[in-house]
């Protein structure tokens, strides 16, 4: 799809280690006492809903260049 868009130069890269460290940020800002309408309160929601659906995810870069025309 890139390509197609003019793209060229791709690249992907992943790392075991950014899924673990997704899931540890997550784990950590739960066992943090949040307060209602705050910025960690809105963050532990979104921990909750990302959570258990995170350990199938598979995080990866991609880089592209696309020339100038």
Same mark, same amino acid.
């Given at each position: 799809?890139? =390509?197609?868009? *003019?793209? %060229? &130069?791709? *690249? %992907?890269?992943? &790392?075991?280690?950014? &899924? !673990? ?7 950590? @800002? #739960?066992? @943090? $006492? *949040?307060?209602? *309408? %705050? ?10 809903? =990302? #959570? $258990? %659906?995170?350990? $199938? #995810? =598979? =995080?990866? !870069? @991609? !880089?592209? @260049?696309? $020339?100038?025309?």
């Amino acid at each position: 799809m890139l =390509r197609a868009a *003019g793209f %060229t &130069d791709i *690249g %992907t890269a992943d &790392d075991p280690s950014w &899924d !673990t460290a997704y899931q540890e940020i997550y784990r950590q @800002v #739960l066992a @943090v $006492p *949040g307060g209602r *309408g %705050t910025a960690l309160a809105g963050l532990q929601g979104e921990a909750r809903r =990302r #959570l $258990p %659906t995170a350990h $199938p #995810l =598979r =995080r990866i !870069t @991609v !880089t592209a @260049v696309r $020339p100038a025309r």
